[in-house]
């Protein structure tokens, strides 16, 4: 009886009430529609246009009646910032609509009815209802593209002025230390010892800014070029030895035959072929093996191998080192991501390497990820499209054939044939063969089929 009547004194709860308090939600979420300067649009379950707010409207270029019941993918149409077309087959847009699933990005641009292009945040976001629908939002970010760009080029500027003296200090320390050119006693030794790889840190510091600023701006252009793999690999692999020595680090290179035998696979040298940009590449494997140097203790092993294995090219770069854990593995790709623990805040870093290792390798068309088991060693692989014999022959002869001057031209000096990163879109790698894992490993992203931790052989 109690309820009954405090229900009854309850105004939200009489349904006239009720009503007027639905009708205030309305027409508070009209407001907020009407007045938002982000576009927002909803879609039915077929998606199809049910509602857009004057700032879509605005932002699409067309009439608003003229958009209801239309399909969502007709209406917005995208090219990526370089100006590429994004068509049906790799929207990511239209996959979200069509699965139902949340999708983010900054990588589109909005071509409208006009035809006029707007570089955008977009979202697609599934209602939480039964009905399927879902609500696409997007604003525009050419000024913050525009800040952001000022801001990199004022990174970009400020890292390469500080470059040239850090570089100059450094030198001038190493002629200090070089006993061939000054004297001095042990214990300014030892402080100019820190100062110079301080010195190297800080360098190292700004070259990395300077590679992200000018990678994030796509100021760096990929040169794709078709080689012989394994040999430069090996060569750049052995160019470390000098720094795996220092500490004790035991060294291998191979390729591992696909049939392996009971010891876990032969060691064959394999021509392997594929084109990539060398300076890239070398940027790449350094990283990857100089990470491997600093975070594998006194005296654990290093192995590097390159496999064909059907129509990629795999490499990995396995340590025994102090490992990486599964919260740590699924970040270390992120800028300025470092795993902190105690081994890791004694070792040096910017946890810029990897980051730019993946910008690098995917501007070449290829992946790289990571397992890992913690404490006891870490795998790196990069994989990338593989040229058979007589493609690598074929691109090899038009490079040559680039650098014959044609009749009545002038001799001058060529470049390498310049690919984009699309002409060799890599295919998802397959789980590969290789020595038995020591233990289950832990995939970080990209998510790949998990190929077993590979443990270095000697
Ligand atoms: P950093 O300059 O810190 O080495 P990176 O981007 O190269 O930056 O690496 C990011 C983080 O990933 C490192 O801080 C480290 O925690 C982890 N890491 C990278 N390589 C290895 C490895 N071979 N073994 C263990 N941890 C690694």
Redesign the pocket.
């Known amino acids: 009886m109690g309820l009954f009547n405090r229900k009854q004194n309850n105004p939200a709860n009489s349904p006239d009430q009720a009503a007027l308090v639905a009708a205030r939600h309305a027409a508070l979420a009209d407001i907020a529609l009407n007045n938002i300067s982000d576009g927002v649009v909803i879609t039915n379950a077929e998606n199809k246009i049910q509602l857009v707010n004057p700032a879509a409207i605005t932002m699409l270029g067309h009439d608003p009646a003229g958009v209801i019941n239309l399909d969502a993918n007709v209406v917005f149409r995208f090219e990526t910032p370089q100006g590429i077309a994004i068509e049906d087959s790799n929207s990511q847009f239209l996959l979200s609509l069509r699965n139902s699933r949340y999708f983010t990005t900054r990588d589109y641009v909005l071509i409208n009815a006009q035809g006029q292009k707007h570089p955008i945040a977009l979202s697609v976001t599934p209602a939480m209802n039964a009905h399927g629908e879902k609500i696409i939002t997007f604003r525009d970010i050419s000024k913050e593209l525009e800040s952001e760009g000022e801001q990199s080029e004022f990174i970009s500027t400020a890292s390469h002025e500080m470059r040239t003296p850090v570089a100059s200090i450094e030198g001038y320390l190493g002629l200090a230390l070089n006993p061939n050119c000054a004297t001095i006693d042990d214990r300014a030794k030892k402080y100019l010892e820190e100062a110079h790889a301080s010195s190297k840190h800080l360098g190292k510091l700004f070259q990395d800014l300077l590679d992200v600023t000018q990678l994030d701006d796509k100021k760096l252009k990929v040169h794709l070029v078709p080689i012989e793999v394994s040999a430069l690999i090996r060569e750049i692999a052995d160019g470390q030895v000098p720094m795996m020595s220092e500490k004790g680090l035991k060294f291998t290179y191979g390729s591992t035959s696909n049939m392996g035998d009971s010891a876990g696979g032969h060691v064959l040298d394999q021509e392997i072929y594929a084109a990539v940009d060398i300076d890239f590449l070398r940027e790449v494997m350094n ?1 990857l093996i100089e ?2 140097i ?2 594998t203790p006194n005296g654990g092993g290093i192995w590097v191998n390159v496999r064909g294995d059907g129509d990629r090219v795999l490499i990995n770069v396995t ?1 025994t ?4 854990s599964p919260d ?1 593995l699924k970040h ?1 790709f992120q800028k300025f ?3 902190d623990n105690s081994q ?1 805040r004694t070792i040096g ?7 730019l290792v993946k910008e690098r390798v995917e501007a070449m068309g290829g992946k790289v990820w990571a397992e890992s088991s913690f404490g006891e060693g ?1 795998t790196f692989y990069v994989s990338f499209p593989r040229l058979t014999w007589e493609e690598y022959e074929r691109r090899r002869n038009a490079v040559t054939n680039n650098m014959m001057p044609q009749p009545g031209q002038a001799v001058t000096p060529s470049q390498p044939i310049m690919s984009t990163p699309d002409d060799a879109a890599a295919p998802a790698p397959a789980p590969v063969q290789a020595p038995v894992p020591a233990a289950q490993p832990i995939v970080s992203e990209p998510a790949l089929p998990t190929p077993p931790m590979s443990t270095p052989t000697t």
Do not use: F, H, P
Not at 349 to 355: I, P
């Open positions: 990283n990470n491997a600093k975070y340590d080192g102090i490992g990486i740590d270390i991501y470092r795993a890791t870093g910017t946890g810029l390497g990897l980051y870490s």
